[in-house]
Each structure stands twice: as C-alpha cells, then as structure tokens.
C-alpha cells in the first residue's frame, strides 16, 4: 500500500524538507514496492539529506554507507573480531576448558549492510555515492539488493526480518552498470523552482526576511545560470543565506552582506572572476 501523500509531505516539510511531487512519488513508490531508490542530481540538491529526514520521519534508524574508491565486502558486510577470538582462546587453554565457538555472534562486528539486515525494527540505509565505488563492488550489491540477504559461510543466509529502505546516491562522476539500475526506481532531483527555493532558504535561516530570501534566490539563479564551473546548490543557498544573515545582523546591508560571504557560495577562482564580472546581474541595486 502507497504511504499517504499528504502526511508523507507533511513530515518531511515538518523536518524541513521541500520535496516538490516528483520526489514524494519516487519516495512513495519505493516504500511500498520495497525498490531501492537511486537518487541522482547536482551536487548539494538534497540527495543525501532525503534519507536523513526519511528516517526520522519513519521512526527508523538511519544506517549510512560512504562509498569510495577502492571499498571492499569485509568494510561494508562484516567481520570477525580476531583479537576477541583468541583472547577467548587464550582464556580456555588457562582454565583448561574446551573454547566455546569462535565464530558466534558475539565475535561478529557488524558493518553497515549487515547492520541494516538485522535491524528488529527497520532501518533507512543509505548508500552515498555509489558511483565513487567501482565495478566490483557494485556487481556485489546486486546480490544484496535482490533479496536482502546475504550468506556467511560460518553462520548460514541472514535475510531481513524488516526489509530496510534502502537509498542510493549518485554524482555521475561514471556511469552506473544498468544491472544495478534495473534493480532501482531512478529519480533525477532538479534544482528547485524559485518559489520553493526560497522556502527552503527561509525555512534554514530563521530570521531571514521574504523579501531577503527573494532577492539571494535571485542571486543564486542568476550564478547557475552563468554556467560556472560549479553551480551552487541548495546547500550551497542555504549556507550563504546563514553566513549573509550573520553579517547584516552586525549592521551591513544586505547587498553588501551577499558580496562578502560569496566564499560560501563559489568555491573556486574561476567563478569568483566570473561573479565579478557579472556583479550588476548577480546583485542588482537592491539592498533588502
């Protein structure tokens, strides 16, 4: 059954979150099929933040796996607790007893996939950016993705007693195998439309004024739309709308206060360049 629109927006704006209709049917969708949901987007559009504002929405814990270049199974399934088997070991051979057996439970360390499998009560598991991992271990969450379950040798199959919501992030810095993708509900996060923007701005920066969010969404649209190197994102707003606020409560204009915090919204020299030089159509003559 789809989880209720309403009160599914409801608790992610309640959190914060300004999902636009899109998302929230993705979001839906992927908790009554019990899909994992592949989330692509410009970097800073709230890829991540959905799974952390989903778990607690859902009353979930929120199990994260970071994703990097050169990630292997045992970093991110499980292992066993070495140093703890031989003390346990050692301890048999002094009492001149039969050790127990080294490969139960209590020698497991869990990691984040296997964490979310034995989770009593569900968990959001959240798989940042998969797309930094490499081939290899993406072949191997397909497996894992099937079922939900995995096989230890020493243990037997651990499936899922409460499937986990399982969220995966990418940046396309490469293209993921279409084997993963078959497997996942695909949605694309946009850059929001002004209007809800300015929800997000002012929902963050408490104190922040109408017509001040107004005018830095403005200024924000106004810099993506120059084609920088790296256009800012919401997290990237958001921040600049905080650090702006900051300064004009010390008594700067708001104009001003937009130019002198720009380093929370640009970060490399080129776009600084760019900025300056589009300075009239990025600040117009307003100061709010």
Known sequence: MLPDHDTISRQLRDRKYFADEGLLTAVRLAIALGRPLLLEGEPGVGKTQISHVLADALGRE?????????????????????????????????????????????????????????????AVLLIDEIDRADSEFEAFLLEFLDGFRITIPEIGTVAA?????????????????DALKRRCLYHWIPFPDPERERAIVEAQAPGLS????????????????????????????????????????????????LRASLGLVL????????????ATEVFGDDDR
């Open 62 to 122: 929120l199990i994260r796996l970071q994703c990097y270049e050169g990630i292997d199974v045992s970093q991110v399934l499980y292992e066993w607790d070495y140093p703890k088997q031989l003390l346990s070991l050692r301890a048999a051979e002094v009492d001149g007893t039969t050790a127990g057996d080294l490969y139960a439970s209590e020698f497991l360390l869990e990691r984040p996939l296997l964490r979310a499998l034995r989770s009593r009560t569900g």
């Open 161 to 177: 007693a409460v499937p986990p919501v399982v969220v995966l992030t990418s940046n396309r810095t490469r293209e993921l195998h």
């Open 210 to 257: 109408a017509r001040s969010a107004a005018q830095l969404v403005r200024s924000v649209n106004v810099i993506r739309s120059l084609s920088p190197l790296k256009r800012p994102g919401i997290a990237e707003a958001i921040a600049w709308a905080q650090g702006s606020l900051a300064l004009a409560g010390e008594g700067a204009q708001w104009t001003d206060a």
């Open 267 to 278: 970060k490399n020299e080129e776009d600084c360049a760019l900025v300056a030089a589009h």
